[in-house]
């Protein structure tokens, strides 16, 4: 895995986090499959799916959907699930994306590597500390969510924003990517990639998105950042 420094030289990571709650209207799996269509055909690398409250059969169906637009639409997007490794799995996804309440990183990361999924999967957790971030790392996880960077009212619950020097702090000693998140957006994003962030993942920057074209270049923007 890279370092902090050799993820400036290198692409970054452009993570679209859905939140159909936001999105409203009658019918939220095809409004969020609306705008991973828009994300993916812009150009993100990643899409979490985040829609904890759907039930099971409800997130299967909408991952494999996801997984299918992806692949349809073309460019390598990959579809990570949140918390749920057995939808993630069924569906096909390239990884699972663990919080706070999920199962330890270290009892998904020995049962994965065991075996039980592909080789590739991603592991990624959600850290709100340097502590956290460093003990995901010896997990053996591949990737880290580090913030709330800036406030956002999702990230709020998490504690108070970490900002750009605690996320650089973290980037500097990290030895897997640490992707920010929390309150970014098109003009701070530059900040967290300066600061060593592997890449960065947001919410409402991509579901206020309606044209894919306006969004490519807002993404173009981001991968011309050193």
Same mark, same amino acid.
């Given at each position: 895995?890279?370092?902090?420094?050799?993820?400036?030289?290198?692409?970054?990571?452009?993570?679209?986090?859905?939140?159909?709650?936001? !999105? $409203? =209207?009658?019918?939220?799996?095809?409004?969020?499959?609306?705008?991973?269509?828009? &994300?993916?055909? %812009?150009? #993100? @690398?990643?899409?979490?799916?985040?829609?904890?409250?759907?039930?099971?059969?409800?997130?299967?169906?909408?991952?494999?959907?996801?997984?299918?637009?992806?692949?349809?639409?073309?460019?390598?997007?990959?579809?990570?699930?949140?918390?749920?490794?057995?939808?993630?799995?069924?569906?096909?996804?390239?990884?699972?994306? !663990? $919080? =706070?309440?999920?199962?330890?990183?270290?009892?998904?990361?020995?049962?994965?590597? &065991?075996?039980? %999924?592909? #080789? @590739?999967?991603?592991?990624?957790?959600?850290?709100?500390?340097?502590?956290?971030?460093?003990?995901?790392?010896?997990?053996?996880?591949?990737?880290?969510?580090?913030?709330?960077?800036?406030?956002?009212?999702?990230?709020?619950?998490?504690?108070?924003?970490?900002?750009?020097?605690?996320?650089?702090?973290?980037?500097?000693?990290?030895?897997?990517?640490?992707?920010?998140?929390?309150?970014?957006?098109?003009?701070? &994003?530059?900040?967290?990639?300066?600061?060593?962030?592997?890449?960065?993942?947001?919410?409402?920057?991509?579901?206020?998105?309606?044209?894919?074209?306006?969004?490519?270049?807002?993404?173009?923007?981001?991968?011309?950042?050193?």
């Amino acid at each position: 895995m890279q370092n902090a420094a050799e993820n400036s030289h290198t692409k970054p990571i452009i993570c679209y986090v859905t939140d159909g709650n936001m !999105l $409203g =209207g009658r019918d939220r799996a095809e409004s969020v499959l609306g705008k991973i269509r828009i &994300a993916v055909a %812009a150009g #993100v @690398d990643w899409v979490q799916i985040r829609e904890k409250d759907l039930n099971a059969r409800a997130l299967l169906a909408l991952v494999r959907e996801a997984v299918r637009a992806a692949a349809e639409i073309g460019g390598g997007a990959s579809v990570i699930v949140n918390d749920r490794l057995d939808v993630a799995l069924t569906a096909g996804a390239a990884g699972v994306h !663990l $919080g =706070g309440e999920s199962i330890s990183a270290f009892d998904v990361v020995s049962w994965c590597r &065991a075996g039980n %999924a592909p #080789v @590739d999967f991603q592991i990624g957790v959600s850290c709100h500390s340097l502590e956290q971030a460093h003990d995901t790392e010896r997990a053996g996880a591949t990737y880290v969510f580090f913030g709330p960077i800036f406030d956002t009212p999702s990230k709020r619950p998490f504690g108070p924003p970490q900002g750009i020097s605690r996320l650089a702090e973290v980037c500097k000693t990290a030895k897997i990517p640490v992707i920010a998140i929390g309150g970014i957006n098109k003009d701070n &994003a530059g900040d967290c990639l300066r600061a060593g962030a592997a890449g960065i993942a947001a919410i409402r920057m991509f579901q206020a998105a309606t044209e894919p074209r306006d969004l490519a270049n807002a993404i173009e923007r981001l991968r011309q950042i050193r």
